[in-house]
């Protein structure tokens, strides 16, 4: 059997690990990166961690597992008659194909965020967030006033907190003295974390509140111009917005209506074996199951994929996909986490230890144990950088 999968981030790459260890036949790997994100701390690579703790080689990843072919393109499209899934730079032909192709950004249609506003999302996106934030401390010396975060979901949240800490620590270790920079939490709903407990916006407002982060809820972002960001009709002047706020299903798959069909929310339908077609199967981001977007529902997939697979070859009964309740976590700031499950919450230093824990067994459920180590600890080494951000940062 050969089974193709399109993506590299943590369904895609867990199911090949899966397939791999059942001995279930060459695996062919196909991303558009020679790299897996770890997500969870792109935050802080952003600003000023060590990028091991977030940027491992795809390579390194299959090492040991020598059925399994890493293949650098994107898909361009399907043919389901055939078998063959149509690439950027060949043809592969398949006989279970996986699609986990992650999800990309929303930006609403807002006038000029695309074009102007900074990310998290992808590496490049990433080193070009921290190189800004240095030079705006170091060389412009907060003549800058304000640095936007827009969207007060996790990764805003997270992100807020980081860069407030990070402008501190780069301030003090060059002597920058002069000026009161700030940073600027916006989001159009009430409270912060709004797909969160009120528990959890109320902790976590007063955690961000307490490291100085300004809070502008129940505010709409309206367009970005060159040098200000317009706010409920109102152009404050600022050169650093980052949009955290919104993403969308993988386009791939709206373009393709004949292939697949599509849930409100963008996501693909899928049955209770993860298939959108006959051998098909779409895990992660992409399928329209609870918990969908998160990186534990992501690995689940994938798991269950590989086992479903597993017992189609040996002629077991299939067994339904049945998702599994994610805790939630939310960093806020170096020492402090958020972390909720069943409604019982841990708030603080607690919390923040928590939250590595869930860190390191995301790392653990991917990479050896030594190696999976080595990448948790990179996130507490300052200033750090690796050489697949040299080199395929583009």
Known sequence: MHTVIIGGGFAGVKAALELSTKQLGKVTLISDEPYFLHHATLYATAT?????????????????????????????????????VVCSNRDVQYDTLVLALGSTTNYFGIEGMAARSYGIK???????LRAHLHEEVVKDQHKQSAYYVIGAGPSGVELAAAIT??????????????????VVLVETAERVLPNLSKTASHKVETQLKALGVTLLLGHKVEALGKDTVVIDGKKVPTRTVVWTSGVMNNPFFKDHPDYFALS??????????????????????????????????????????????????????????????????????????????????????????????????????????NQALGAWHAYDQQDGTCDLCKTNGR
């Not at 390579?59 to 393109?73: C, K, Q, R, Y």
């Not at 800490?165 to 700030?182: M, N, W």
């Open 48 to 84: 000023g961690r060590n990028a091991s703790a977030s940027v491992i080689s795809l390579e390194d990843m299959f090492a040991t597992h020598h059925d399994v072919e890493v293949v650098l393109g994107t898909m361009k499209s399907i043919d389901r008659v055939r078998k063959i």
């Open 165 to 182: 800490e990070y402008i501190r620590d780069v301030s003090a270790a060059h002597g920058v003295t002069r000026g009161k920079p700030k």
């Open 264 to 369: 409100q929310n963008g996501r693909v339908n899928v049955n209770a074996y993860l298939e959108a077609y006959d051998n098909i199967y779409v895990l992660g981001d992409n399928a329209n199951t609870p918990y969908s977007g998160r990186a534990y529902t992501a690995l689940q997939d994938a798991v269950f994929v590989a086992d479903h697979l597993a017992r189609k070859v040996t002629g077991k009964a299939p067994k339904a996909y049945r998702p599994a309740v994610v805790a939630q976590s939310v960093p806020v700031g170096h020492s402090w986490a958020y972390v909720e499950k069943y409604g019982v919450y841990v708030a603080g230093k607690l919390g923040f230890f928590i939250r590595r824990l869930m860190e390191l067994a995301g790392l653990r459920a991917l990479l050896p144990h």
């Open 122 to 128: 992808t590496l490049k996106e990433v080193q070009a």
